[in-house]
Nanobody, 115 residues
Framework: QVQLVESGGGLALPGGSLRLSCAAS????????MGWYRQAPGKERELVAT???????YYADSVKGRFTISRTNDRSTVYLQMNSLKPEDTAVYYC?????????WGQGTQVTVSS
């Protein structure tokens, strides 16, 4: 089992920055991929960014060049640095970890971008 706890959400101005953290605990040694997803009101959950076991990263086109995903060497924490935030980035952001073909999700953290 893997437990995930997100933090770092909040209110930001357009053009501002936030840094999300996702702390993993439990059987983290076999986590393969970690990622960030988001869900805006009335919309489906969508992929934001992922980081694979070897360190390769993937970004949705909508955040490419603005967001950066990273993690600690022991894979216990994954971060999402969000710069140049836009109102359309407003959503609940979820952390996901994949281990042995099983996905684990955090509870989500709200990000609101508004002036």
């Amino acid at each position: 089992q893997v437990q995930l706890v997100e933090s770092g959400g909040g209110l930001a101005l357009p053009g501002g920055s936030l840094r999300l953290s996702c702390a993993a605990s439990g059987s983290i040694f076999s986590i393969k991929t970690m990622g960030w997803y988001r869900q805006a009101p009335g919309k489906e959950r969508e992929l934001v960014a992922t980081i694979a076991g070897g360190g390769s990263t993937y970004y949705a086109d909508s955040v490419k060049g603005r967001f950066t995903i990273s993690r600690t060497n022991d894979r216990s924490t994954v971060y999402l640095q969000m710069n140049s935030l836009k109102p359309e980035d407003t959503a609940v952001y979820y952390c996901k970890a994949t281990r042995v073909l099983t996905d684990y999700w955090g509870q989500g953290t709200q990000v609101t971008v508004s002036s």
